[in-house]
């Protein structure tokens, strides 16, 4: 089996000790992706609309990160790997480090993102997820996922502010696993399919759209009468939930 490596146009351009850093992964044969991206500090963009399999751009401190990226294909799958790590402190903040990537959304992924503290904007509306791990740290993470196709999504969740959402018209069961976690989370889901969450650990306010309770779990008027579902356990947070309904859906 070959093992393949496809990457171009790659530059890093130093001024003073802010440095830039872009590469642009082409297409290749596989269809099936596993995307791992993994930024310390800073901020981080992810969307889609580019027709190569990804291209990254990246602003930085050259003394906070050390960036790399690759991509290697066996059979149908191909293995994206982003990194923009430091070997000091992975919870510093730093305005200049920016992180700016563009996926390909006809693709079939599967994602495992880590985040450090910053913020991240992260815009995978209508791509074909199958599963998604995202560990988040300190800041405020935006993350949208409407019409993704998820079958699973994990959640490790840190510190500050998290919003989520899951709105769509799902043809398949989604289950979701989110632990610990200190702030607000923030979780839209759809209006028109049942969705359970189960609250274990959890010292604050869970806010829903008329959901009933049954002690520590949450159901909407539809669980058990739609062909799909959508069930939450949230583990040993601090702070409040927010559930809301995309009524679109």
């Not at 990246?58 to 906070?64: A, E, G, S, V």
């Not at 990160?65 to 991509?71: A, D, F, L, N, R």
């Not at 799958?77 to 982003?82: A, V």
């Not at 450090?116 to 560990?135: C, H, M, R, S, V």
């Amino acid at each position: 089996m070959i093992i393949c490596m496809l990457a171009l146009s790659t530059s890093a351009i130093a001024q003073n000790k802010i440095t830039e850093f872009e590469q642009t992964i082409k297409t290749g044969k596989a269809k099936n992706i596993e995307a791992l991206i993994h930024i310390t500090g800073g901020e981080l963009s992810i969307k889609g609309g580019t027709n190569d399999l990804a291209h990254a751009k990246l602003t930085y401190d050259k003394y906070d990160w050390s960036p790399s990226v690759s991509y290697t294909e066996k059979d149908d799958f191909g293995k994206l790997i982003i990194k923009a790590s430091t070997e000091g402190d992975e919870k510093r903040i730093d305005d200049d480090n920016k992180c700016f990537i563009t996926l390909n959304d006809k693709y079939n992924y599967s994602l495992g993102v880590v985040l450090g503290a910053g913020l991240a904007n992260i815009d995978l509306e209508g791509f074909n997820i199958k599963k998604a791990l995202f560990k988040l740290g300190v800041g405020t993470f935006n993350v949208n996922l409407a019409n993704a196709s998820l079958l699973f999504l994990k959640i490790e969740a840190g510190v500050g502010e998290a919003n989520f959402d899951l709105s769509g018209n799902y043809k398949n069961d989604l289950k979701v696993q989110i632990n610990a976690g200190i702030g607000q989370f923030n979780v839209t889901v759809p209006g028109n399919i049942g969705v359970k969450f189960i609250v274990k650990g959890f010292l604050g306010d869970v806010k829903t759209p008329g959901y009933k309770k049954s002690g520590n779990e949450y159901t909407n008027a539809l669980y058990g009468n739609t062909k799909h579902s959508i069930v939450v356990k949230i583990n040993g947070a601090i702070g409040t939930i927010n559930i809301k309904e995309d009524k679109l859906y």
